[in-house]
């Protein structure tokens, strides 16, 4: 379809991008400084994010640059699974056969965290997603989980990843113990109005494109609607290609993309 007609090789904006061919916003370089330092801290890390913000992608990115000898990834959406499905997940994942008791789980997780740290010079890297939608005895509960030799060693590391309301939760006082033990703290931002068209220009060329397709008009009323979110910026760019298509434009103008953002009721 629009591909063939903008001579694109592959779909610019898809979902599969690889993390290496990611544009570097500020706010991404920003959070990989973030999780460079806490790969050298260890502990535990809150990433924060609106919808559509680079959570998942950001966190594909972290654990591109593990090492499979130093590091063993542990990936949980809490959108999935009851709590005690969360737990056994996270012994599954470090080799263990779940316990059926709580109390036993809870000694059998750190009993493997601390075997492949201290055993096997494995770093356990566990990264929970969705945590907004987690309940706060699990919040306290993970403060209980990781608490190693009174907090005298971090033999892990753990990233609580959310929306936003998460942090207000983390502020109650009821979650402060766990709050107090957090060492790393970012909230992804949009991408700023000028790296807007950098982006798409930047996704297009990934795709295949010599020429600019986007015109100049295009690209601010692009960066107006989207508001700079990257996964809104995706889903309105390529309705304006599939558009443009539609209409033969060989350039996508401001009137394509207002058409565009209509029908995705923006």
């Not at 400084?33 to 919808?51: D, H, N, S, V």
């Not at 709580?102 to 990264?127: M, S």
């Not at 109650?172 to 949009?190: G, H, W």
Request: a positive charge.
């Amino acid at each position: 379809m629009y591909k063939s007609f903008y001579s694109l090789s592959k779909t610019p904006f898809s979902k599969e991008l690889d993390v290496k061919d990611a544009f570097i916003s500020s706010s991404l370089s920003e959070v990989e400084a973030r999780f460079e330092y806490l790969k050298q801290t260890k502990g535990i890390g809150l990433l924060i994010g609106e919808p559509g913000a680079g959570k998942t992608f950001s966190l594909r990115r972290f654990t591109s640059t593990l090492h499979q000898a130093q590091y063993k990834v542990i990936y949980f959406p809490l959108s999935t699974g009851s709590v005690m499905d969360f737990y056994q997940g996270l012994a599954y994942g470090l080799g263990e056969e779940p316990k059926f008791r709580k109390t036993a789980l809870f000694r059998q997780i750190q009993q493997g965290i601390e075997r492949l740290y201290k055993e096997r010079r494995i770093t356990p890297v566990f990264i929970l997603d969705e945590m907004h939608l987690s309940k706060d005895a699990f919040l306290k509960d993970l403060c209980l989980l990781y608490n190693f030799q009174m907090d005298s060693v971090n033999p892990f590391i753990l990233v609580i990843a959310g929306l936003p309301h998460l942090k207000e939760r983390l502020g109650l006082n009821q979650n402060r113990p766990l709050t107090q033990r957090i060492v790393m703290r970012f909230q992804i931002n949009a991408l700023e109005r000028e790296e807007v068209p950098q982006y798409i220009d930047h996704h297009m060329k990934l795709a295949g494109s010599h020429m600019p397709i986007f015109q100049e008009s295009a690209l601010e009323a692009l960066s107006l609607r989207s508001q700079g979110w990257p996964r809104i910026i995706n889903t309105l760019a390529t309705h304006s290609l599939l558009i443009g298509y539609q209409q033969r434009k060989e350039q996508i103008d401001e009137e394509v993309v207002r058409l565009a953002a209509d029908e995705i009721g923006l």
